[in-house]
Nanobody, 115 residues
Framework: QVQLVESGGGLVQAGGSLRLSCAAS????????MGWYRQAPGKQRELVAS???????TSADSVKGRFTISRDNGKRMLYLQMNSLKPEDTAVYYC?????????WGQGTQVTVSS
């Protein structure tokens, strides 16, 4: 069984920063791809950024230059450094991990950016 637990969300003013963390536990020690997704009220869940086990990253155009994804394979941790936050970044942020064809999701952490 795999568990993903996010932390680090909260309320921040526009222009501020937050760092999200995702801790993985269970029987899988190396995920092929890990990523952050977000879902705002009334909207579909969307990819924010992802990173492979080798360190290759992708990110949505809306967060390029502001958000940085990283992972610590030894600690089975995933991070998202979010700078220059905007009100439109407000959403529930989810951690996702993929091992071959199987995907796992965390429970989500709320990020609210006030204007």
């Amino acid at each position: 069984q795999v568990q993903l637990v996010e932390s680090g969300g909260g309320l921040v003013q526009a222009g501020g920063s937050l760092r999200l963390s995702c801790a993985a536990s269970g029987s899988i020690f190396s995920f092929n791809v890990m990523g952050w997704y977000r879902q705002a009220p009334g909207k579909q869940r969307e990819l924010v950024a992802s990173i492979t086990s080798g360190g290759t990253t992708t990110s949505a155009d809306s967060v390029k230059g502001r958000f940085t994804i990283s992972r610590d394979n030894g600690k089975r941790m995933l991070y998202l450094q979010m700078n220059s936050l905007k009100p439109e970044d407000t959403a529930v942020y989810y951690c996702r991990a993929q091992y071959h064809a199987i995907q796992y999701w965390g429970q989500g952490t709320q990020v609210t950016v006030s204007s």
